[in-house]
């Protein structure tokens, strides 16, 4: 059931190394659905150190967050195509941090993760448009944070979803 009240914050991780991104993919909502590493945030944690453990836990990779690049919100009750919230919440504010590598497992796996994830993969940058993402914009996100730099700062996107 979705508490419509209830607001989660989460935040994820952008990382990039040889042209690759490093992404979760899972069988939710869809099959074959693809994601960036990240997840809720916990009492007295940042939201930079958010993103540090949960691609951690998500997939073995040790990171530093670097810099905000996004802000997005989803509201699920304007999105009645969209999807249900595995925490139940009905609004999601997220936020998206570029991320530099600090330790690379030789094998990617976290020691925590998701139920709904079923592997993780370093995914070639010129093949995001062709997968599918959650968000949906995934990919259009990417290649803009890419394009910009590190220097432009963060942009909020408000209740993106498409």
Known sequence: MTDQGR?????????????HVLLVRGDWPRPGTWWLPGGGQQAG????????????????VRVK?????????YIQANHPAGHRMLSGAGHRVEAMFRCRILQEPEVLGGPAQDSVQLGVDWVALE???GLRTLPPCLPAVITDALTVG???????LGDAYA
């Open 127 to 129: 093949k995001i448009d």
């Open 45 to 60: 944690e940042t939201l930079a150190a958010c993103a540090e453990r949960e691609v951690f836990e998500e997939t073995g």
């Open 150 to 156: 590190p220097d432009r700062g963060a942009v909020y």
């Open 65 to 73: 967050a670097d810099g905000l690049v996004v802000v997005r919100e």
């Open 7 to 19: 607001i989660r914050i989460a935040a994820s991780g952008l990382v990039v190394r040889d042209e």
